[in-house]
């Protein structure tokens, strides 16, 4: 009773007229920049944050959730039509929507997208609903030894499983938390990796990394590619995009086991929404009995994966409100949105701030709704306007970019942090060093040193305290267990990693 409650007391919230703008502007911005080849939701959402100051946690949080599921369905667009993925979740929904595309049924692949895209967003919703309360309420009994050992555990599982290479991605994860580290210490105040720069006593804030590791990043990516693309000429008009009654009870099954798949893939570290298309993919195309359609334009290969993609959305959202750790780039920079308005993510923030906890659990549903009823009706008009834009975003992108981050505190060398870690990251590309680890050590950096100091001083100092707290030592064994279970298993089926080639 208490959940329901909760819940029509966030539709209250969402359903303010600011608040609905917000996330149909959010859907909008997510789905026209998600059909733009090579941003994706992470560099879209660091982006478009420095517009979110202005509006409030709640505001911003509904409206850079919106831009996060726009994507995911704005990537399906260049996928079906251009045989380009927009971003990485939307690979799978290619390998069949392009080819629908090619027989004159752009508009059915789309629209059973959309679908697709809705029922797995819902059902997404309904688990965040189930799993995120219960979850935090668990959460709270933790102490800082076993919120330390938790945090060592989600670093370790995103360095596991991002990449082919684990020394990579423990590379990435030490240059998180060296960034993490630099400025005053929280105990002392003397200042730390500041190189004598007064500018770097207050430390590195996550949005100048973040828009220059995801956002510029992938502009200076879209120069090197110089690629010209071709839209296929198709009918994609309303009535094309409806599918039939006897096509949705066909793909309807897929959708369900999609989105069961891509929510509770969701909710582990370094997996997500690519993982997930992938894996429900596979999953049709095993059980169907035509297997030999997948890849030549099956409807179930377009609706599994693109319900999963959806769904993983709602799953990526338990860990980041309930225990405060975020699964993925996206997830990351919507938990930097809450703590840039002083807000502390994690177990207590369901108590603290029921506002926006729910208000973005009741957006998601009605932005859900939104992004049907647009991407149904509007995917011509997306199309053109795609087509359009596309020569002038990267400078478009540069400008906002500069604006935002030096609008955030007016200070100078924000604006050249993002130009660096830029280039950073144009490094860590060509290196194949994943970006996601940086990120997560960024951002789990202070509070696992706030934790490791606190456990250690009720210890007197003493490490044992991680070991002989059961729960605080069951992290600490499966995030062992994460790291070397990975190898073990490519090992096992003869397969090299690129860390022994």
Same mark, same amino acid.
């Given at each position: 009773?208490e959940?329901?409650?909760l819940?029509?007391?966030? &539709?209250?919230?969402?359903l303010?007229?600011?608040?609905?703008?917000?996330?149909a502007?959010?859907?909008?911005a997510?789905?026209?920049?998600?059909?733009?080849?090579?941003?994706?939701?992470?560099?879209?959402?660091?982006?478009?944050?420095?517009?979110?100051f202005?509006?409030g946690? @709640?505001?911003?949080?509904?409206?850079?959730s919106?831009?996060?599921?726009?994507?995911?369905?704005?990537?399906?667009?260049?996928s079906?039509l251009?045989?380009?993925p927009?971003e990485?979740?939307?690979?799978?929904?290619? &390998?069949?929507?392009?080819?629908?595309?090619k027989?004159?049924?752009?508009?059915?692949?789309?629209?059973?997208?959309?679908?697709?895209?809705?029922i797995?967003?819902?059902?997404?919703?309904?688990?965040?609903?189930?799993?995120?309360p219960?979850?935090?309420?668990?959460?709270?009994?933790?102490?800082?030894?076993?919120?330390f050992?938790?945090?060592?555990?989600?670093?370790?599982?995103v360095s596991? &499983?991002?990449?082919?290479?684990?020394i990579r991605?423990?590379i990435?994860?030490v240059?998180?938390?060296?960034?993490?580290?630099?400025?005053?210490?929280?105990?002392?105040?003397?200042?730390?990796?500041?190189?004598?720069?007064?500018?770097?006593?207050?430390?590195i804030?996550?949005?100048?990394?973040?828009?220059?590791l995801f956002?510029?990043?992938?502009?200076?990516?879209?120069?090197?590619?110089?690629?010209?693309y071709?839209i296929?000429?198709?009918?994609?008009?309303?009535?094309?995009?409806l599918?039939?009654?006897?096509?949705?009870?066909?793909t309807?099954?897929?959708?369900?086991?999609?989105?069961?798949?891509?929510?509770?893939?969701?909710?582990?570290?370094?997996?997500g929404?690519?993982?997930?298309?992938f894996l429900?993919?596979?999953?049709?195309?095993?059980?169907?009995?035509?297997?030999?359609?997948?890849?030549?334009?099956?409807?179930?290969?377009?609706?599994?994966?693109?319900?999963?993609?959806n769904?993983a959305?709602?799953g990526?959202?338990?860990?980041?409100?309930?225990?405060?750790l975020?699964s993925?780039?996206?997830?990351?920079?919507?938990?930097?949105?809450?703590i840039?308005?002083?807000?502390?993510?994690?177990?207590t923030?369901?108590?603290?701030?029921?506002?926006?906890v729910?208000?973005?659990?009741?957006?998601?549903y009605?932005?859900?709704?939104m992004?049907?009823?647009?991407?149904l009706?509007?995917?011509?008009?997306?199309?053109?306007?795609m087509?359009?834009?596309?020569?002038?975003?990267?400078?478009?992108?540069?400008?906002?970019?500069v604006?935002?981050?030096?609008?955030?505190?007016?200070? @100078?060398?924000?604006?050249?942090?993002m130009?660096?870690?830029?280039l950073?990251?144009?490094?860590?590309?060509?290196?194949?060093?994943p970006?996601?680890?940086?990120?997560?050590?960024?951002?789990?950096?202070a509070?696992?040193?706030?934790?490791?100091?606190?456990?250690?001083?009720?210890?007197?100092?003493?490490?044992?305290i991680?070991?002989?707290?059961?729960?605080?030592?069951?992290?600490?064994?499966?995030?062992?267990?994460?790291?070397?279970?990975?190898?073990m298993?490519?090992?096992?089926k003869?397969?090299?990693?690129e860390?022994?080639?």
């Amino acid at each position: 009773m208490e959940t329901l409650q909760l819940l029509l007391h966030g &539709f209250a919230v969402a359903l303010t007229p600011e608040n609905l703008f917000l996330c149909a502007v959010g859907v909008i911005a997510g789905t026209l920049v998600g059909a733009l080849p090579g941003i994706g939701p992470a560099g879209a959402t660091a982006l478009l944050l420095p517009a979110t100051f202005k509006l409030g946690p @709640v505001g911003a949080l509904i409206m850079l959730s919106g831009i996060y599921y726009g994507t995911q369905y704005g990537g399906t667009i260049t996928s079906v039509l251009m045989k380009i993925p927009g971003e990485s979740a939307s690979v799978a929904t290619m &390998f069949d929507g392009h080819p629908l595309a090619k027989q004159g049924k752009a508009g059915l692949a789309l629209g059973l997208a959309a679908i697709g895209s809705f029922i797995g967003g819902t059902l997404s919703i309904v688990g965040l609903i189930l799993f995120g309360p219960p979850l935090a309420d668990l959460a709270l009994m933790l102490g800082p030894a076993e919120y330390f050992s938790l945090m060592i555990l989600a670093l370790s599982l995103v360095s596991a &499983f991002t990449g082919a290479s684990l020394i990579r991605a423990l590379i990435s994860m030490v240059l998180g938390l060296l960034i993490a580290l630099v400025g005053q210490d929280v105990m002392t105040g003397s200042p730390r990796l500041t190189f004598g720069m007064t500018g770097l006593l207050d430390g590195i804030e996550f949005l100048p990394v973040g828009v220059g590791l995801f956002g510029l990043c992938e502009i200076i990516k879209s120069f090197e590619k110089r690629q010209d693309y071709e839209i296929i000429k198709t009918n994609i008009g309303f009535f094309d995009v409806l599918p039939t009654l006897g096509q949705l009870r066909e793909t309807f099954g897929s959708m369900l086991r999609g989105s069961t798949i891509g929510f509770f893939v969701g909710l582990f570290p370094g997996a997500g929404p690519t993982v997930s298309s992938f894996l429900a993919y596979g999953a049709e195309q095993r059980i169907s009995k035509h297997p030999e359609k997948f890849g030549h334009g099956a409807l179930q290969g377009v609706a599994a994966p693109e319900s999963a993609n959806n769904a993983a959305t709602g799953g990526q959202m338990v860990p980041m409100l309930s225990l405060g750790l975020p699964s993925s780039p996206t997830t990351a920079i919507l938990l930097a949105s809450l703590i840039m308005f002083g807000l502390k993510p994690g177990p207590t923030l369901f108590h603290d701030a029921p506002d926006v906890v729910w208000g973005l659990m009741a957006s998601m549903y009605i932005g859900n709704v939104m992004l049907v009823i647009i991407n149904l009706g509007c995917i011509p008009l997306i199309v053109m306007m795609m087509d359009r834009v596309k020569g002038y975003m990267a400078l478009i992108i540069l400008l906002l970019s500069v604006i935002g981050v030096y609008g955030y505190r007016n200070n @100078v060398i924000d604006v050249w942090i993002m130009l660096s870690f830029a280039l950073v990251g144009y490094g860590m590309r060509e290196l194949k060093i994943p970006e996601t680890p940086a990120i997560l050590g960024l951002l789990l950096g202070a509070p696992a040193e706030s934790s490791l100091r606190q456990a250690l001083v009720i210890s007197d100092g003493s490490l044992s305290i991680f070991v002989t707290r059961p729960i605080s030592a069951a992290f600490l064994c499966l995030a062992v267990v994460s790291l070397i279970l990975p190898t073990m298993i490519l090992r096992k089926k003869g397969i090299e990693t690129e860390d022994e080639v």
